[in-house]
């Protein structure tokens, strides 16, 4: 059982996480019609050169493979991303960003970043920033989610 410290600390992690993934959303939809989950789906498609199978995928934003599946169909029918089967794996799926998924992206990063900066960065200092960092690195499990 974590001491009082431990259940406050944890208590404090789940609220500010719960908040702010709210409001990054509630921002983000209402300056660029774009949900957060789905920026992050075309985000981590963009930081690894624009494509990725489905599990890959599905590790980096932490969706279930059920969730992910719905998220990509949606992004599918608004021309953000394509999917196709993997080159010799006929199981396998790659989701790939299109040229609009790009567009989208450079549009929606920067409202993004002040939301983080306003919401998050610019209530810390250089050095909470630094402890918090080190703290929840050593707290980040190896998820995968089904």
Not at 17 to 27: E, F, G, V
Not at 45 to 70: I, N, P
């Amino acid at each position: 059982m974590p001491g009082r410290t431990g259940e406050l600390a944890w208590r404090a992690l789940l609220q500010a996480h719960a908040t702010l993934m709210r409001r990054l959303d509630t921002d983000l939809r209402e300056h660029t019609g774009l949900r957060l989950a789905d920026f992050d789906v075309l985000a981590q498609l963009a930081d690894a050169g624009g494509e990725l199978r489905m599990t890959e995928l599905a590790a980096r934003t932490l969706l279930s493979r059920s969730g992910l599946t719905r998220r990509v169909a949606r992004l599918v029918d608004e021309g953000l991303v394509r999917r196709a089967n993997a080159a010799g794996d006929g199981r396998g799926v790659v989701v790939a960003l299109t040229d609009s998924g790009i567009a989208r992206l450079t549009e929606t990063v920067p409202v993004h970043l002040r939301g983080v900066s306003k919401l998050f960065v610019e209530r810390l200092d250089d050095q909470e920033l630094a402890v918090l960092g080190t703290a929840l690195g050593k707290v980040i499990v190896d998820c995968t989610f089904g």
